[in-house]
């Protein structure tokens, strides 16, 4: 199984200048629960987005996907494509493989994926990182839970699970 994990706001935006635009500690630690113990897939620019202490994401097998030849990411382990990252994750005993973002990563490996969980923020940003449309005959939606709204986390969000229709 390999799937995408993604937060998305009402116009598609996922991010501006390489950072997350909102606070939600809800979508964090659904995040954190889904991926945990599982191999997780990012581009280098969203891995070098994470704070320098958090990463790489502890309990997870980091896997930084970069053409540059010669870059560290100590704790993680680099490639230099997305089916090498697929194949180094398939090479663990992973039974659901997180491909993270970000936005370069998600357009080149939706039609590999099986499962997209999406948070959808019903809220409109400004921004300069977008996820794909993801089109109702390619995708089913199976899960849709509304997300709690409280002080902490002030717009309203759904957790939306897609799978891929065979
Ligand atoms: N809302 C969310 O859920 C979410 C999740 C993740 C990220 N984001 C946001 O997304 C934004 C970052 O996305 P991004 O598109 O700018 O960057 P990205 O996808 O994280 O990384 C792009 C980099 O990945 C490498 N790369 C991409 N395709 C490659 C390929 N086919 N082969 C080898 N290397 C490849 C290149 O690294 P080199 O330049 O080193 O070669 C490229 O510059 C940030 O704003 C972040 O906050 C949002």
């Known amino acids: 199984m390999i799937s995408i994990i993604v937060a998305v706001a009402?116009?598609?935006?996922?991010?501006?200048?390489?950072?997350?635009?909102?606070?939600?500690?809800?979508?964090?630690?659904?995040?954190?629960?889904?991926?945990?113990?599982?191999?997780?897939i990012t581009?280098?620019?969203n891995y070098e987005s994470i704070p320098e202490k958090f990463r790489p994401l502890p309990n997870?097998?980091?896997?930084?996907?970069?053409?540059?030849?010669?870059?560290?990411?100590?704790?993680?382990?680099?490639?230099d494509s997305i089916e090498k990252a697929l194949l180094t994750a398939k090479n663990t005993d992973?039974?659901?493989?997180?491909?993270?973002?970000?936005?370069?990563?998600?357009?080149?490996?939706?039609?590999?994926v099986d499962r997209v969980y999406l948070t959808k923020i019903h809220?409109?940003?400004?921004?300069d990182a977008f996820f794909p449309e993801l089109l109702n005959f390619e995708w089913k939606l199976t899960s849709n839970t509304k997300g709690i709204v409280d002080e902490k986390n002030k717009f309203e969000h759904d957790f939306l699970t897609f799978e891929k229709i065979a």
């Open 10 to 40: 009402n116009n598609n935006v996922i991010g501006k200048d390489n950072t997350l635009i909102w606070h939600l500690p809800a979508d964090m630690k659904f995040f954190k629960e889904k991926t945990t113990g599982h191999c997780i």
């Open 43 to 45: 581009g280098r620019k």
């Open 60 to 79: 997870r097998t980091n896997i930084v996907i970069t053409r540059q030849k010669d870059y560290s990411a100590p704790g993680a382990i680099v490639v």
């Open 94 to 112: 992973d039974t659901e493989i997180f491909i993270i973002g970000g936005a370069e990563i998600y357009k080149q490996s939706l039609h590999l």
């Open 123 to 127: 809220h409109t940003f400004e921004g």
